[in-house]
């Protein structure tokens, strides 16, 4: 059955990755799967074809199902989903090299620097790490793709991440061959042995690296292209919210993003357990790759959601309760779902309380198709994530080091229903800022001369900014700067980074930020206080005599004994908030501190608060949407010709992982009128009800009786 190969990348879509166990094969029922997937309401899927797990015949030395027989599962799957007027994509994880192919060709495998071919854990059988650079994935990749493109009339190709990563069950340093010539024509230098961010070769390999994995996506779509010039080409990775990918595998998905036709990013994992430790990955994780991704590439970002709870529970679904919430903010920040399944077709799964939460939003998204295709982000605030800062600032804990800031912003300005953009420092250099009023750079530590050219000419032109603690104060190297870049600017002059606790001397301390001027717009809604809690690091600063100072540090004083828990300096005069209006209109606030990291952290709302009210101040409140809810219910604004849609993503569900959601009740939605815009109605798109909407001088507004889950206001 042909059909046009590309209509689905143009499309809001609803789709499910499947990894083919070698079990699968034994008795996998196509049809029954592609009327299963057809219920579910998917019409993207892409499959494990080719790689460790191979599931066609093949005379290539890539391992093949032992159950797959002379069966070709591969075509019967393509041909069965189509049926059903599915998009069939080709898979391939060319990360592992089956024992028989390296034994053949060791050159295909990625070496330690003794020049030994690097072998998988031996839980995963008899594999070997392959190197992006070697024959396996380039000249043999070749075969494998011509042995698909040419036999089957797939949708699309897509590449699993360790088919251009360095990471991928290793420690990603290879001394291969191909790598120790191109690193030394490179750098002039041996590949490091070992990560070590105090040896300056460490960061040059890393910067080899990032524009190795950028190569490489490049080299797999011009691959395919040399097949078929009309085959999608998907490629699957992560951004900044997987640090540990992200680093040890070099990834550069903006990078990539310019060269292949869609973006598949994860979101899979919810709690990491190894061994009695464990923690909680981040819950607006989805809507975070998708608010980037949307906004840093041209093509519709797609975001990949783990049906199971991992790690390592693979075989239990994820509540209902969580998933539906948890894939419906992809939905709301521009993005396409994708659900991973690793446990084969969906009749074989042990555990199948989580497909009505996936069926329910696939369904509702299908039903609604026309309000998600061609929209584009309201937002007039923009967050910004830097890349050489996360590498090359974050280093060996780029997470606490830096994404905990930017996630800080993130849950401030969601728990208070901002609406904002993620961009790169790669679209602020561009300087198309002109739809954004303020742009906030949570400790962009790491930044170019073309960077803060383009922020500060941004301010002239009447664009504020915000900025925390050590902002522009070191090169896109990781090299420290005796100022920060921004010094004008951000009104401020380094001279140290200290804790705010004071030096370490084993005594237990606590130290405070103090109001000095409570009437400013900056510390409304404190309420009656003097004193908010000082945490983390902080950078020593001289302020420019033209800002204001509304905070400054106190002395840090003694928690115990508490006869004793106070201290005679009081007040340090050191400067922990910089204001200023600018001749051109615009605004700039600097928080010398930790604010975001802390709140990200520890949660503090008064952290929040000043964040808050920073925005609030910068943009002089002239936000493109207003919402009276719960902190817990998440809201994005889209713009369509002619329509406003507001998502709102209900998220209180109490305690991880979430069993039932409590309703956000009585929701008010108010929305600014402009010359270009005067909505006729309003409704719901679960029911198409239609909403009372009260028409003000400004604006409109309409009320939202109860939200379960997942709903869009729809203003036209």
């Given at each position: 059955m042909n059909m046009a190969k590309s209509d689905w990348l143009s499309k809001r879509s609803r789709g499910v990755h499947l990894t083919i166990r070698d079990i699968d094969c034994l008795d996998f029922d196509t049809e029954r799967f592609a009327k299963d997937l057809n219920e579910l309401g998917?019409?993207?899927?892409?499959?494990?074809?080719?790689?460790?797990?191979?599931?066609?015949?093949?005379?290539?030395?890539?391992?093949?199902s032992p159950f797959l027989g002379d069966r070709d599962l591969t075509g019967d799957i393509v041909k069965a989903v189509q049926s059903y007027d599915i998009r069939a994509v080709a898979a391939m994880d060319l990360s592992l090299i089956p024992g028989n192919a390296a034994l053949e060709h060791p050159e295909w495998c990625s070496c330690d620097h003794e020049g030994k071919p690097y072998k998988a854990n031996q839980d995963l059988g008899d594999f070997y790490i392959a190197?992006?650079?070697?024959?396996?994935?380039?000249?043999?990749?070749?075969?494998?793709?011509?042995?698909?493109?040419?036999?089957?009339?797939?949708?699309?190709?897509?590449?699993?991440?360790?088919?251009?990563?360095?990471?991928?069950?290793?420690?990603?340093?290879?001394?291969c061959a191909r790598c120790r010539e191109a690193f030394g024509a490179y750098a002039g230098s041996q590949i490091p042995v070992k990560e070590d961010w105090n040896d300056p070769v460490w960061g040059t390999f890393q910067r080899w690296r990032q524009q190795r994995v950028v190569e490489r996506s490049?080299?797999?779509?011009?691959?395919?292209?040399?097949?078929?010039?009309?085959?999608?080409?998907?490629?699957?990775?992560?951004?900044?919210?997987?640090?540990?990918?992200?680093?040890?595998?070099?990834?550069?998905?903006e990078g990539m993003a310019a060269y292949i036709d869609a973006v598949?990013?994860?979101?899979?994992?919810?709690?990491?357990?190894?061994?009695?430790?464990?923690?909680?990955?981040?819950?607006?994780?989805p809507a975070e790759e998708a608010n980037f991704l949307d906004n840093v590439s041209d093509h519709q970002p797609w975001v990949l959601a783990s049906y199971f709870q991992a790690w390592p529970w693979r075989r239990n679904a994820v509540p209902p309760a969580e998933q539906k919430v948890y894939m419906a903010q992809i939905y709301a920040n521009g993005g396409n779902a994708i659900l991973n399944l690793s446990g084969g077709p969906i009749e074989g799964h042990q555990d199948q309380r989580g497909?009505?939460?996936?069926?329910?939003?696939?369904?509702?998204?299908?039903?609604?198709?026309?309000?998600?295709?061609?929209?584009?982000?309201?937002?007039?605030?923009?967050?910004?994530?830097?890349?050489?800062?996360?590498?090359?600032?974050?280093?060996?804990?780029?997470?606490?080091?830096?994404?905990?800031?930017?996630?800080?912003?993130?849950?401030?300005?969601?728990?208070?229903?901002?609406?904002?953009?993620?961009?790169?420092?790669?679209?602020?250099?561009?300087?198309?800022?002109?739809?954004?009023?303020?742009?906030?750079l949570p400790s962009t530590a790491c930044m170019s001369e073309e960077t803060a050219a383009a922020l500060s000419q941004y301010a002239k032109n009447g664009g504020s900014v915000i900025a925390t603690f050590e902002t522009s104060l070191f090169d896109t190297d990781g090299s420290k700067r005796s100022d920060f870049l921004l010094a004008n600017l951000l009104g401020a002059s380094y001279i140290s980074t200290n804790s705010v606790m004071g030096e370490e001397n084993g005594v237990y301390k606590q130290s405070y930020l103090n109001v000095q001027n409570s009437s400013h717009p900056l510390l409304d809604?404190?309420?009656?206080?003097?004193?908010?809690?000082?945490?983390?690091?902080?950078?020593?600063?001289?302020?420019?005599?033209?800002?204001?100072?509304?905070?400054?540090?106190?002395?840090?004083?003694?928690?115990?004994?508490?006869?004793?828990?106070?201290?005679?300096?009081?007040?340090?005069?050191?400067?922990?908030?910089?204001?200023?209006?600018?001749?051109?209109?615009?605004?700039?606030?600097?928080?010398?501190?930790?604010?975001?990291?802390?709140?990200?952290?520890?949660?503090?709302?008064?952290?929040?608060?000043?964040?808050?009210?920073?925005?609030?101040?910068?943009?002089?409140?002239?936000?493109?949407?207003?919402?009276e809810g719960p902190e817990t219910l998440v809201a994005t604004l889209r713009v369509q010709e002619q329509r406003r849609l507001v998502h709102l993503v209900n998220v209180n569900g109490g305690r991880r992982m979430f069993r039932q959601l409590i309703p956000a009740r009585d929701v008010t939605i108010s929305l600014p009128l402009g010359d270009d815009f005067v909505p006729q109605r309003a409704f719901r798109l679960s029911d198409h009800s239609?909403?009372?909407?009260?028409?003000?001088?400004?604006?409109?507004?309409?009320?939202?009786?109860?939200?379960?889950?997942y709903d869009v206001v729809v203003f036209e």
């Amino acid at each position: 059955m042909n059909m046009a190969k590309s209509d689905w990348l143009s499309k809001r879509s609803r789709g499910v990755h499947l990894t083919i166990r070698d079990i699968d094969c034994l008795d996998f029922d196509t049809e029954r799967f592609a009327k299963d997937l057809n219920e579910l309401g998917v019409n993207v899927l892409s499959f494990f074809c080719a790689g460790y797990v191979t599931v066609h015949p093949t005379n290539l030395s890539i391992r093949k199902s032992p159950f797959l027989g002379d069966r070709d599962l591969t075509g019967d799957i393509v041909k069965a989903v189509q049926s059903y007027d599915i998009r069939a994509v080709a898979a391939m994880d060319l990360s592992l090299i089956p024992g028989n192919a390296a034994l053949e060709h060791p050159e295909w495998c990625s070496c330690d620097h003794e020049g030994k071919p690097y072998k998988a854990n031996q839980d995963l059988g008899d594999f070997y790490i392959a190197c992006p650079l070697s024959g396996y994935q380039n000249e043999y990749l070749a075969e494998i793709l011509r042995e698909i493109v040419m036999r089957y009339e797939v949708d699309g190709i897509k590449f699993g991440g360790g088919s251009y990563g360095f990471s991928s069950y290793g420690n990603g340093i290879c001394h291969c061959a191909r790598c120790r010539e191109a690193f030394g024509a490179y750098a002039g230098s041996q590949i490091p042995v070992k990560e070590d961010w105090n040896d300056p070769v460490w960061g040059t390999f890393q910067r080899w690296r990032q524009q190795r994995v950028v190569e490489r996506s490049k080299f797999l779509y011009d691959l395919v292209k040399s097949l078929d010039p009309n085959m999608p080409v998907m490629c699957n990775s992560v951004c900044f919210g997987e640090t540990g990918w992200t680093t040890k595998g070099a990834l550069d998905i903006e990078g990539m993003a310019a060269y292949i036709d869609a973006v598949q990013v994860e979101a899979q994992t919810r709690i990491r357990v190894e061994g009695d430790s464990s923690h909680w990955d981040f819950l607006l994780w989805p809507a975070e790759e998708a608010n980037f991704l949307d906004n840093v590439s041209d093509h519709q970002p797609w975001v990949l959601a783990s049906y199971f709870q991992a790690w390592p529970w693979r075989r239990n679904a994820v509540p209902p309760a969580e998933q539906k919430v948890y894939m419906a903010q992809i939905y709301a920040n521009g993005g396409n779902a994708i659900l991973n399944l690793s446990g084969g077709p969906i009749e074989g799964h042990q555990d199948q309380r989580g497909f009505p939460a996936v069926k329910s939003l696939y369904h509702f998204v299908a039903d609604n198709q026309e309000y998600y295709n061609d929209d584009r982000s309201g937002a007039n605030v923009a967050i910004v994530y830097s890349q050489d800062t996360l590498f090359y600032y974050g280093k060996e804990k780029p997470k606490l080091n830096y994404v905990d800031a930017i996630r800080g912003i993130e849950l401030a300005l969601s728990d208070n229903h901002i609406p904002f953009d993620i961009i790169s420092d790669a679209v602020v250099k561009k300087g198309n800022l002109g739809k954004y009023r303020a742009i906030i750079l949570p400790s962009t530590a790491c930044m170019s001369e073309e960077t803060a050219a383009a922020l500060s000419q941004y301010a002239k032109n009447g664009g504020s900014v915000i900025a925390t603690f050590e902002t522009s104060l070191f090169d896109t190297d990781g090299s420290k700067r005796s100022d920060f870049l921004l010094a004008n600017l951000l009104g401020a002059s380094y001279i140290s980074t200290n804790s705010v606790m004071g030096e370490e001397n084993g005594v237990y301390k606590q130290s405070y930020l103090n109001v000095q001027n409570s009437s400013h717009p900056l510390l409304d809604r404190l309420g009656d206080t003097t004193v908010i809690p000082a945490s983390n690091a902080y950078c020593r600063v001289t302020a420019d005599k033209e800002f204001v100072v509304p905070l400054t540090l106190s002395a840090p004083f003694r928690v115990f004994p508490e006869g004793q828990s106070y201290t005679l300096e009081l007040d340090t005069g050191i400067p922990m908030l910089i204001a200023r209006e600018h001749a051109g209109g615009g605004r700039t606030v600097y928080f010398p501190g930790q604010q975001d990291t802390a709140f990200a952290r520890y949660g503090y709302p008064d952290w929040a608060l000043l964040l808050v009210n920073a925005v609030l101040w910068t943009t002089r409140e002239r936000l493109p949407l207003q919402v009276e809810g719960p902190e817990t219910l998440v809201a994005t604004l889209r713009v369509q010709e002619q329509r406003r849609l507001v998502h709102l993503v209900n998220v209180n569900g109490g305690r991880r992982m979430f069993r039932q959601l409590i309703p956000a009740r009585d929701v008010t939605i108010s929305l600014p009128l402009g010359d270009d815009f005067v909505p006729q109605r309003a409704f719901r798109l679960s029911d198409h009800s239609p909403l009372a909407m009260i028409r003000e001088e400004d604006a409109v507004s309409v009320v939202v009786s109860s939200i379960l889950d997942y709903d869009v206001v729809v203003f036209e």
